[in-house]
């Protein structure tokens, strides 16, 4: 396998988790964002121009959720979602929660185009990038905490929604959101990180 990636984009972060947790071998291709390497050949992997892709074969699959939905299937242990068929929604809900409602907003393309086409300087940048993430940790934190409030975020079972979690409390740390109103998710994210195939997939070791 192949996984073509950013080292501090958190949707290629999510998959090397997943890749790590599966036990699954593969070769790094950066796609260094800052430089536009996704365009030109890249488009020929993936035609969004976007990390992460997946290389298995001469099939080339898209979209961090998608990819690691696929390793669930394909490698079943150690399961990233429950197997209840209300278990596993509760689950997708808190996954969709992250990757549609929390990082689009907040990703790369977005900041940059706020900065370019709007003439967004750094502290109106921060103030939009803050704003989109309390809105979504507030409601994170309290569902973490209605699931009982262990470990990790799905009654204390290691699932997909700390594979998701994790890339995004790192984001919020390294543009300076106070986490303070946020005990329970920071609690999952040290947690997490002391994790080897959490800890392997950080950004620094990418």
Known sequence: MKLYEYWRSSASFRVRIGLNLKQQSYESVPIDLRLNEQSGEF????????????????????????????????????????????????????????????????????????????????????????????????????????????????????SMADVMLVPQVLNALRYEFDMTPYPQLMHIYEQAITHPAFADAMPRNA
């Not at 390793?71 to 549609?100: F, G, H, K, M, S």
């Open 43 to 158: 488009t020929d992997i993936n035609i969004a121009g976007l990390v992460p892709a997946l290389r298995v074969g001469d099939d080339i699959m898209s979209q961090s959720v998608a990819i690691l939905n696929y390793l669930d299937r394909t490698v079943p242990e150690p399961p990233l979602y429950p197997a209840d068929p209300i278990e596993r929604a509760q689950v997708e809900a808190l996954v969709l929660d992250i990757a549609c409602d929390i990082h689009p907003l907040n990703n790369l393309r977005v900041l940059g185009y706020l900065k370019t086409e709007f003439a967004a300087d750094p502290e109106t940048v921060n103030r939009w990038y803050h704003h989109w993430l309390e809105i979504g940790f507030d409601s994170l934190e309290h569902r973490a905490m209605a699931f009982k409030g262990g470990d990790w975020f799905y009654h204390d079972t290691l």
